[in-house]
């Protein structure tokens, strides 16, 4: 038996005006009692798997080893696709074979399609709420120690989105892209530290929608209040703010807009 | 004393803005640390009690027994209406006398009144915040194990709100209605599948607001991106969804819309 | 070592959009798994600093003695803005220094500066994200008893806020304003419940915007429904509703808006 945290964490796209949540965490609890329930979100829009790959990215180093990681963002929900668990990074990876763990599984130790259903919740299955009847009760018994390879057998395709990465121009010059806004309006892209760091000091210029913001700098206060910046957030990623203000009303920016470097 | 799970539950109005559950939480742990508190939804429209209700009877049997079930919609807060608690379906229910426990108080094996104020919080009892003077203090003793007749006399004339069910035609068409939109636009109706299997398959024909949406099908993928459909939800309802959109915003429709099948 | 509660409360700006507050969960629970963490709220409006410490001053009385509360709000994330560590009322605050602690800071025992590194998150900082890298891991370290005097050096300058206060006139009025509008559009002031009852009962006629609200009652049922009232609020402070709606859209009001008594 693997080393688990005992932690059980869940991000799904459900929302908090229905106790869809609450229920997956009674399933949970009734399997296992001393399970540690925690929140990533559930405010992912509906049916939106590379958000929610994105979130999932940016929470989990931040859990210990063993941990069960749920996400339910599920738009085929009863149809014939597949649901995965996958061993990654120490932890284990609970979700519905549609892309979502697309970066988890290209770092698997081995990912598992779940079909056993000794594992799911007793009783008839429903077909519009598998969270309730599937994900929870085999996250219980994860988190009790059950074996990834329980769970069903081994597959080698796993569905993979593939995610836009920026493209370097000849000159040198990073095209990447806006793939998060979050609550303070931040605008979060796709392009990486390391790519900054690769171009000289006096070309690292950031231009989001074809309007400069200068180059990256190592704080929101190091702009005056109301003044657009460029930074290096706490995930890794080139990031467009505003002090005290939100880029998205800024700039008018959404996902998938533009952003260069150099 | 009874058997408890040591699960508190709350369901409330109160929304996630101001701190009020968490200070509920505040109380319950400060008379009992090792509640394990699990919310269902604090999102319930203000004060709306038949929302509730239903959010209720949707969760509670996905716990395990001897849980709490603690609910705070109280549009008579600080007057004279009653607080009941209900032990029934092997749980506690504990909430404001205004028919948010019609369900649960038709199959209970007792109702008591809660008066006794020796179980509230310490100090003047304010007239606005029952939820962290009374509910929370006397949820933290009975997941502790205090007796449901402990609370106060048991009471025969809990308040019953009538829910519309639907009506059978003498042709045998059955006329409900939406009684719960989720935040996926999903349309939750009060038609039960046992209503709908007691029709002949092929006159399970499904109309909202006037306009044909099929016989049942047995996921949302079984019909194409957009299209509409009809399901027999989670809970054993009869719902109008639209696969991978709003079913709420497809047909602009409210709680209170009119479902027709046959 | 002084006793702790082994909880920890959040109060933050994030929201519930992204897993900012999951991630902080995580960081505390990989330091200490025995921790209870309860969230007050992440709703507060962003970077609102006098919001959040309204919030927290109406909720951590409810807690145990020895319970951590950690306050991120922080429009100087990043800058040489100072972060505290206040003992006061038994209990333990943790904050960055922008006077969110003003009330707490005015009580307390002794305030801190949090310098020693070694209590952060190891790897490198974060300039964006010290909830995750800096208070959730002192917080865990303080829920486990770390002294408050081992995280930096005392201060005795910490940051306050001045909050409007009532004035009251040559005749007696007391002249307040709205300082909260919660989730049912109660509008709650800064006029307190000793300042009332120093008028005498005949002159505690209460005005918003201009317009009588009458003398406060005994609760929101006391008047019809759809009518406004005055009430002493579970905080002891005035509030102005309506019974069965909000206030908020029945007088147009925002906070800041005044009050007059008398």
Redesign the interface.
Known sequence: MSAR???V?L?T???????????M???V??LR?SV????????VA??DVTEAGF?LC??FP???PG?VHVVVVD?????R?RIVCASAHGSIFLAPDNGVLTEVCAAADAVHEVTDSALFRDGEL????HG??IFAPVAARLAGGLEVAAVGPAIDDPVRLDHPTPTVQPGGAICGAVVHV???GNLITNVRADQLDALPEDRRQVRILGVEVGTPV?????VSPGAPLA?V??YGFL?VAVN?G?AEKHFNALRGDSVRVG
């Open positions: 945290s005992g932690i964490t991000l796209d459900f929302g908090h005006r229905d106790p869809y949540v609450g229920i965490k009674g399933v609890l009734s009692p540690q329930l925690v929140d990533l979100t559930h405010e509906p049916q979130a940016g929470s931040y859990f210990p941990t738009p085929g929900v009863g149809t696709r429903s077909q519009t709420f309730r009847d979050d609550r303070f190592s704080s929101y206060g190091a930074i957030d706490s990031e005290g939100s």
